[in-house]
């Protein structure tokens, strides 16, 4: 089952097999989720398995770099599924290098899956979300947006830009009804068949984040979290 314009509607972009399957795991218990990565096989399968648990799920491959792409996804999902009430943009990637070893190219193709896309996610959401006066827009983070690190020359400035982008929407949409916020995942997230030196109790539990997302989306507004930092318990800070 794919269409459903009965159901609340999340947008899961980077739906990987780490955070982003959990995220739209997490979110199809209540919610029929669109779900984005490059690969359309990948995002395929997830679907496959969220509509065999009995949720609505929609596959929505493209680039989420490439504005064209992302506005074309946008419109498949108002069409089939309706308009947005929560964006989840776990989009997110970098080469690492130091500023003599990244390519301009590399930098700016950093800085359009971090920041650029967002942009274009947030603005394709916005306006739906301002009619209805209500939504949640969630931007997963990173250390490098707050702390660059040497090598973090194109990582790092993306996902400042991503912390930015997502500071001034709060600030903007939050007194509208919109809560914004945006996550810190300090840490290794444990991603199946993902090679690592790390005991599993250094990683974080993508499922375990997923829930921290859940209540983050469902925060009475009162008492909304603009930003938070999520790491193992045994993770240095």
């Not at 946008?74 to 989840?88: A, K, M, N, Q, S």
């Not at 209500?134 to 996902?159: I, Q």
């Not at 990683?203 to 997302?213: G, N, Q, S, V, W």
Request: glycine fraction near 10%.
């Amino acid at each position: 089952m794919t269409q459903s314009k009965q159901s609340r509607v999340a947008v899961v972009t980077g739906a990987g097999p780490g955070l982003g399957a959990s995220l739209a795991r997490r979110f199809a218990k209540e919610y029929a989720v669109a779900i984005n990565a490059r690969s359309a096989d990948s995002v395929r399968t997830l679907a496959n398995e969220i509509r065999a648990a009995g949720g609505v799920a929609l596959e929505v491959p493209c680039d989420i770099g490439d504005r064209a792409q992302v506005e074309a996804a946008f419109r498949t999902i108002r069409d089939r599924l309706g308009p947005p009430e929560v964006l989840l943009y776990n989009a997110g990637s970098g080469v690492w290098g130091t500023v003599t070893e990244i390519t301009p190219e590399q930098f700016e193709s950093s800085w359009r899956v971090n920041a650029f896309g967002a942009f274009v996610c947030a603005a394709e959401c916005a306006r739906g979300m301002l009619s209805r006066g209500r939504g949640v827009m969630l931007f997963t983070g990173a250390t490098a947006g707050v702390k660059a690190g040497p090598k973090s020359v194109a990582f790092g400035p993306a996902k400042f830009a991503m912390r930015g982008l997502a500071q001034s929407l709060a600030r903007d949409l939050g007194p509208k009804g919109i809560h914004v916020a945006w996550i810190n995942i300090d840490g290794s997230i444990d991603v199946p068949g993902r090679t690592t030196t790390l005991a599993k109790e250094d990683r974080l539990d993508p499922a375990a984040i997923a829930e921290t997302y859940w209540h983050l989306a469902h925060q009475d507004r009162s008492a909304w979290t603009m930003e938070m930092e999520v790491r193992p318990f045994k993770e240095k800070f």
